[in-house]
C-alpha cells in the first residue's frame, strides 16, 4: 500500500474519533439537561457486565427511574435478563461492529421518551479493545474484568484502564480456584491510571456491590 493511501485511512479514522467525540459531548450535554445521570460499562466478553448490572438495579430500583441499553451482537439476552427486575431496557445490535459509539446513544436519546427516566445505564458489547476509542457521552465509564481471564488481562488492554473512571475487578467468590494473585491485578491497574478507583466484586454473592454503587453514584 503507497503511503498516501496510509495516510488517507489514518485521517479517516481521526475524522471518525472526532466526530464521535464531538456526538459524545452533544450526548453528555442533553443527559445534563434532562437531568438523567448516565454511566457505561465496557469489558471482556463474560467478565460480569450484565450480571454487575442486574446486582446494582435491583438494589437501587426503587429509588430510580432507569433505562439499561444493552449492546450486542446479534441477540436481546442481556435486556432480558435485565428487564426481569422491573427496568426499561433498549437492545442495540451492532452486528458486524465490535463496540456502540456515541452515534448509537444520540439515536436513543433522540427516539425514546425520557421524561421518565433519571438514570441510563449503558452495557457495551463484550470486548476489552474497541470501545477504548469511542466515548459516549456519559458521566463515568466502568471497566470489568474478571479473575477468570487470565492474570495480565489488565496489563495487556491497558487503553480501557486509561480512560475509565472505575476498574472492577469481578468474579472473586472463584479467587481459591483460580491460579491468580490478585494484588497484582490491582497494581497493574494502578499503574496504568493512578486515578482509577478499583474495586473487587463478587456478582454473585453481592460482594462490594454495595461499594461500587457508591463510587458510581458519588
Ligand atoms: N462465579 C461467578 N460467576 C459470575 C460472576 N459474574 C458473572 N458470572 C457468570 O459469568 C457468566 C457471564 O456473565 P455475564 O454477566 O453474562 O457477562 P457479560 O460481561 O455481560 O458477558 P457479555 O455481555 O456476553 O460480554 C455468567 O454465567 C454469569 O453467571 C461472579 O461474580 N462470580
Ligand atoms: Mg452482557
Redesign the pocket.
Known amino acids: 500500500m503507497s503511503e498516501k493511501k496510509i495516510s488517507r485511512i489514518i485521517e479517516l479514522n481521526e475524522d471518525l474519533i472526532n466526530n464521535n467525540d464531538r456526538l459524545a459531548a452533544e450526548n453528555n450535554k442533553f443527559l445534563n439537561n434532562k437531568g438523567i445521570r448516565a454511566f457505561d460499562f465496557v469489558?471482556?466478553?463474560?467478565?460480569?457486565?450484565?450480571?454487575?448490572?442486574?446486582s446494582i438495579v435491583k438494589r437501587i430500583i426503587d429509588d430510580h427511574k432507569i433505562l439499561v441499553v444493552?449492546g450486542?451482537v446479534t441477540t436481546r439476552?442481556?435486556a432480558n435478563?435485565l428487564e426481569k427486575h422491573g427496568v426499561q431496557t433498549i437492545q442495540i445490535n451492532t452486528g458486524n461492529e465490535c463496540a456502540l459509539n456515541s452515534y448509537h446513544v444520540s439515536q436513543v436519546l433522540k427516539n425514546y421518551e425520557l421524561n421518565d427516566i433519571d438514570m441510563l445505564f449503558i452495557?457495551n458489547?463484550?470486548?476489552l479493545i474497541c470501545p477504548s476509542d469511542f466515548i459516549l457521552g456519559t458521566e463515568k465509564r466502568i471497566v470489568?474484568v474478571?479473575i477468570?481471564e487470565g492474570p495480565w488481562v489488565i496489563r495487556k488492554h491497558p487503553l480501557l484502564f486509561k480512560y475509565s473512571d472505575i476498574a472492577v475487578i469481578?468474579?472473586?467468590?472463584?479467587k481459591d480456584v483460580v491460579d491468580v494473585n490478585i494484588k497484582e491485578m490491582i497494581n497493574d491497574a494502578k499503574n496504568i491510571n493512578p486515578k482509577l478507583k478499583i474495586i473487587t466484586?463478587?456478582?454473585?454473592?453481592g460482594?462490594k456491590i454495595p461499594e461500587l454503587i457508591k463510587e458510581i453514584l458519588d
Not at 469489558?43 to 442486574?54: D, H, P, Q, S, V
Open positions: 469489558g471482556a466478553i463474560g467478565a460480569g457486565k450484565t450480571a454487575i448490572l442486574e444493552n450486542d439476552i442481556d435478563r452495557e458489547v463484550g470486548n470489568i474478571s477468570t469481578n468474579k472473586i467468590d472463584l466484586t463478587s456478582a454473585l454473592t460482594e
